[in-house]
């Protein structure tokens, strides 16, 4: 079973954690998980380059150490470097000291201030240690744009269908992502419907 969004019970579990954003406007944040890598990321900052739109990359640590200057470059471009735990740990396998000092080992590449759980599994004992050093940032739609199987086209489908005022969405800086090909579409799309694009959680 696809879940595109977080289960509700996950709002209650973590009640400071962002889902959604709040601004008068109709809002939306774009968000990159796993890069950079330099056969996916320069490509994706040019098409957000030519549709001016800012987005906030999701790093993971050991990328960000092996990548720098794509680090750099993110930050250049007017975008946001968020921290995505350095080896990509599933918080629900690990020990709140391991996985702790992984977000803490990895801030030290990407951000000192927000946090994106990989997999969006992290257990109650961990969000509270790490929510007093970042602010987490989960999502509304999950594209599952990393996943061939499933399909651009039904990628793109889901966040049509799936979009509404606040939605914070995922994709995946990764050369295996599809989104490369349908971003550019999906972002005319949600002008055409008026939502502007930000990059405040």
């Not at 977080?6 to 962002?18: D, I, K, N, Q």
């Not at 470059?73 to 921290?83: A, M």
């Not at 969405?169 to 930000?198: G, M, N």
Request: hydrophobic share 35%; with cysteine.
């Amino acid at each position: 079973m696809r879940l595109y969004r977080p289960f509700y019970l996950a709002r209650r579990f973590f009640p400071e954690a962002v889902f959604r954003i709040t601004s008068p406007e109709k809002a939306i944040l774009l968000t990159f998980d796993d890069g950079p890598h330099p056969d996916s990321t320069p490509e994706l900052l040019n098409i957000l380059d030519t549709m001016n739109v800012r987005a906030i990359f999701f790093c993971s640590g050991n990328a960000a150490e092996k990548y720098p200057e794509l680090v750099g470059e993110i930050k250049i471009r007017g975008h946001i470097v968020g921290n995505h735990g350095y080896n990509h740990l599933n918080g629900w396998r690990t020990s709140v000291k391991e996985y702790c000092e992984n977000a803490v080992r990895a801030s030290r590449f990407t951000s000192d201030s927000i946090f994106r759980p990989p997999y969006g599994r992290i257990r109650i004992s961990q969000y509270r240690h790490l929510k007093n050093s970042f602010r987490i940032v989960f999502w509304d739609i999950m594209s599952y744009d990393y996943d061939n199987s499933f399909g651009a086209e039904r990628s793109l489908d889901v966040l049509k269908r799936k979009l509404r005022p606040g939605s914070v969405i995922v994709l995946h800086d990764i050369p295996t992502s599809t989104c490369r090909t349908f971003l550019k579409e999906f972002i005319d799309a949600s002008e055409r419907q008026d939502y502007k694009f930000c990059i405040s959680v």
